[in-house]
C-alpha cells in the first residue's frame, strides 16, 4: 500500500514514504503544512501504478511529436546555417489547484456545528440548570425549531382566578390557575394578597410552587386548569373582604 498526501494550499498529490518528516513542502506551490492534518488516503500499489501510466502515456506521446518537430525544425536550420539548432520543450500544462480538500473540511464544520445545535436542543434541561440566561435565548429558538420537553417561562400565559373559603384562620384561598397560551409553560409563583374593603393589604405571601403542590411536575400543559388551595396567616379580628392573586415569573 502507498500513502498519498494531499498538499492543503493546492490540491496537489505526492506519494509520502512510511519515514516522512513531521512537516512537509509542497514541490508544486512551494506550501509548507503538517502531515498530520492533512488529507491522506492509503492506495493500492498496483492500482496507483496503473493510474499513473494510464495518465503518463498521453504526456509521453506529447513529449514524442515535440521532440519529433523539435528534430525537423532542428534538420531545417541546420540545413541553413551552421550554428547547432536549439531543441524546442513543449511547456507543461498547467495545474488548477484542487478545491476537494477545503469543501470536504466546509462540510465537516456543518455537520459538527448541527449535530452541537441538535445536543443543546435536546439537552436544554440541564444546561438551563447551570446557565438560567440562557432560558430567553432558547425560547426564541424553540418557537422555529423542535426542542422536545421544552417548557416556556411566561406569566402572562396564565389566567388566574382565587376565591376566600369560609374558614377565618388561617385564611384559606381556593386559586384556578389556566394556561392560555398554546405551549406547555413553567407553573408561577403565586403572589396571595389577603385585602379589606378599601383594597388595602391586609397579609401577603409569596407562593412556590412546591407550596401549593407542584414539587417535582411544575408543567402545565397548553389549554389545562390546574386547581390549588393556599393559606395565609392573619388576625381573626382583621376585616377581610376579598384576595388579589398575582403571577410572578419564577426565579
Request: aromatic residues 6%.
Amino acid at each position: 500500500m502507498t500513502r498519498i498526501v494531499r498538499c492543503p494550499a493546492c490540491g496537489a498529490l505526492w506519494k509520502c514514504p512510511d519515514e516522512a518528516a513531521e512537516t512537509l513542502r509542497c514541490g508544486e506551490c512551494r506550501h509548507t503544512f503538517v502531515l498530520a492534518r492533512a488529507e491522506t488516503v492509503e492506495v493500492d500499489d498496483d492500482a496507483l501504478a496503473r493510474v499513473v501510466a494510464a495518465r503518463r502515456a498521453p504526456e509521453e506521446k506529447k513529449e514524442a511529436q515535440m521532440a519529433k518537430i523539435a528534430e525537423d525544425l532542428s534538420d531545417f536550420h541546420a540545413r541553413e546555417t551552421p550554428e547547432p539548432a536549439v531543441p524546442v520543450r513543449a511547456a507543461p500544462p498547467e495545474k488548477k489547484p484542487r478545491k476537494g480538500g477545503a469543501l470536504f473540511a466546509l462540510l465537516g464544520l456543518v455537520g459538527l456545528a448541527g449535530a452541537l445545535t441538535a445536543g443543546a436542543l435536546y439537552f436544554h434541561d440541564p444546561i438551563l440548570r447551570q446557565f438560567p440566561p440562557l432560558r430567553g435565548v432558547y425560547e426564541n429558538i424553540c418557537r422555529t425549531l423542535p426542542c422536545p420537553g421544552f417548557a416556556w417561562s411566561d406569566v402572562r400565559a396564565f389566567e388566574i382566578r382565587g376565591e376566600l373559603t369560609e374558614a377565618e384562620s388561617p385564611r384559606r384561598v381556593r386559586i384556578e390557575i389556566t394556561n392560555a397560551s398554546d405551549r406547555p409553560q413553567i407553573l408561577p409563583l403565586l403572589e396571595v394578597r389577603l385585602l379589606d374593603s378599601a383594597d388595602e393589604t391586609l397579609a401577603q405571601r409569596l407562593f412556590e410552587p412546591a407550596d401549593y403542590g407542584f414539587a417535582e411536575e411544575n408543567v402545565l400543559p397548553a389549554g389545562e386548569t390546574v386547581r390549588v388551595e393556599a393559606e395565609l396567616e392573619v388576625d381573626a379580628a382583621l376585616p377581610v373582604r376579598g384576595v388579589r392573586v398575582t403571577a410572578v415569573t419564577p426565579i
